[in-house]
């Protein structure tokens, strides 16, 4: 079974730091690429960045965008999210997903993936 399991959620000031991670495990890893999405109460799950494949390329929603840089570890099988520069607007829950298909991060923004793991709260204050 596909399995995503992401954590280092927390609250924060505005303007402070979070580094989520998602332990992939049930698939090979570097076949696999890996986004993080959100969701507010209240809002639609939005797409926030996406790595390709054994980490080929890069893709950020315009929002995070020079706040937040995605990586992975195919020896540790993880995928991290720093965030830095946190804003009140990026409360949320914060889920980590996977997709087989071998497409660029802007296909899986406006797609999404296939598989979902369980979400970390961010909460972000004023």
């Known amino acids: 079974d596909v399995q995503l399991q992401a954590s280092g959620g927390g609250l924060v000031q505005a303007g402070g730091s979070l580094r989520l991670s998602c332990a992939a495990s049930?698939?090979?890893?570097?076949?696999?690429?890996i986004g993080w999405l959100r969701q507010a109460p209240g809002k639609e799950r939005e797409g926030v960045s996406y790595i390709s494949s054994a980490g080929g390329s890069t893709f950020y929603a315009d929002s995070v965008k020079g706040r937040f840089t995605i990586s992975s570890d195919s020896a540790k099988n993880t995928v991290s999210l720093q965030m830095n520069s946190l804003k009140p607007e990026d409360t949320a829950v914060y889920y980590c997903a996977a997709d087989p298909r071998g497409y660029i991060g802007s296909y899986y923004y406006y797609n999404g993936m296939d598989y979902w793991g369980k979400g970390t709260q961010v909460t972000v204050s004023s």
């Open positions: 049930g698939f090979t890893f570097d076949d696999y690429a």
